[in-house]
């Protein structure tokens, strides 16, 4: 958090992206370091708001929102506390979210005049250095209108003055970028997108630059530090005039934040002595289906071997490589492979960099409760989430 705070200072607008991890326990942590929070749902705004976090500290993105989701930003907006601004995916979107606004506005009795911050994803057609799975920026994403449909989404809602307040333009290439060129490409896009329009929406003030800041799994090797993105973000708005700069910049990491203090804990089920061997441990894709998702490596220690705490020293615990498996009755249930000592049933085995999108993406696939979440601050564990039961399984 500390690291995101010292790249991007104020007056950047730094959002937590609480897809990665939204236990609100966590959220009310990361808020208390000066971070907002950007939400792809209206569940997620409860657990949000379960943390401590208020409306105005939160935006809306995602492009999954429903009537009920675009529905709620409007009440808010109508009850006095509004978003920071709510991110529309189309010209549906917009219509939609313009639409609920309207209806509040028309029912409320009076002549006030009720409109909601919104700012446009925009897809910069780059192609980002990461997994195809993660690329949300290339030309083929669902993700964002392309830059020439960025008129006729503002048309959608309502015109410059429209039941939405046009604010700006919101970007993300994808996640878990190699290096910094899509990036910088995308922020362009987006600044020059902000000069042209400021001639007609006079709000038009705002550039979410998205996040898809990298962390290191595995052996993937270095990744550009956080630095070096801000350091390419403030060589682009260098190149314009100080007076058609956004007065508003956001960044929104998630996986940057938390991915490194996450361990998932497993015991061996089974030991298979085959080549290469196979280690089958009782957590798996439902806890952590990345790996199986889009082959995304994570590392793996051992703590215990035959039953005693791992000890490199002891030349019975050398280490060799195997496959280690997960639970669930699917052969794509693969965590990887890892330099592991010879295990037992009953060792423990802990998977690394498991703080983002783990807790979020759990399912109950095979009637497996949810595991518990503890917290380990200064020496002190606290536990937030705990174990579900079979009785909690739907």
Known sequence: MR???????DPWIRLYSMKANGLPGLVRVIAAEDFAVSLVSGGELALGRRAGVAPGGMVLEGIGKSDADLAMAARLAADGTPLMWVSVESEEDAAALAAQVARLASGSGTESRLRVDAVVRVNPQVVPET????????PSSKFGVLPEELQAVIEAGGGPNGPLRWRGIHLHVGSQLGAVDAWRSAFRVGLRLLEL??????????????????????????????????AEADAELELIPAGARPSRLAVEPGRAVVAGSGWLIGRVLHARRREPPIV??????????????????????????????????????????????????????????????????????????AGAYGSSMFSTYNGRPRPP????????????????????LP
């Open 280 to 353: 089958v441990l009782d957590t798996g894709m439902t806890e952590l289906i990345r790996p199986a998702l889009y082959a995304a490596v994570h590392p793996m220690v051992a703590l215990t071997s035959l039953g005693r705490p791992f000890d490199p020293s002891h030349d019975d615990q050398a280490a060799v490589t195997v496959r280690v498996d997960g639970p669930v009755c699917e052969s794509t249930d693969v965590l990887g492979s890892a330099s592991l000592p010879p295990l037992e049933r009953g060792d423990i085995v802990a998977i690394g960099m």
């Open 373 to 392: 979440e503890v917290a380990w601050d200064d020496g002190r564990l606290r536990l937030l989430r705990r174990r579900g039961s079979v009785g909690s």
């Open 131 to 138: 997994l195809n799975a993660l690329a949300v920026g290339a």
């Open 197 to 230: 329009q400021r001639a007609t929406l006079r709000d038009f003030d705002t550039l979410d630059a998205g996040g898809g800041f990298p962390v290191v799994y595995g052996d993937e090797g270095s990744v550009p530090a956080l630095a070096r993105f801000a």
């Open 3 to 9: 690291a995101v705070r010292d790249a991007f200072p």
